[in-house]
Nanobody
């Protein structure tokens, strides 16, 4: 199970930290990611972090503004977001990596309910 939290309303340029509490599987063994879906748009891959060595990957649209991290002792995945833009407004989901390119949404399988991020003044 994956439960994302930390979303909310933030002004453009603001920051939020999303958390994802995981249970029911061997968290530390899985590479993980964040994907998002804006209203009326397709799901978009945002970021990923490898289980083996913590290597991180980012979509060009968030590179330099978002930071993905994980705490294996707490079975928790994070996404620190700064410099938020209206284009970042979406429901964010944490997800487990299955196989394939890390930047491909179809490379991920299980997903929680997500948390909504609203960027507006």
């Amino acid at each position: 199970q994956l439960q994302a939290s930390g979303g909310g309303l933030v002004q453009p340029g603001g920051s939020l930290r999303l958390s994802c509490a995981a249970s029911g599987f061997a968290f530390s063994r899985f590479s993980l990611g964040w994907v998002r879906q804006a209203p009326g748009k397709e799901i978009e891959w945002v970021s990923a972090i490898k289980a083996a060595d913590g290597t991180t990957y980012y979509a060009d649209s968030v590179k330099g503004r978002f930071t993905i991290s994980r705490d294996n002792a707490k079975n928790t995945l994070y996404l620190q977001m700064s410099g938020l833009k209206p284009s970042d407004m979406a429901r964010y989901y944490c997800t487990t990596y299955d196989w394939g390119p890390y930047h491909d949404v179809d490379s991920y399988n299980r997903r929680g309910q997500g948390t909504l991020v609203t960027v507006s003044s």
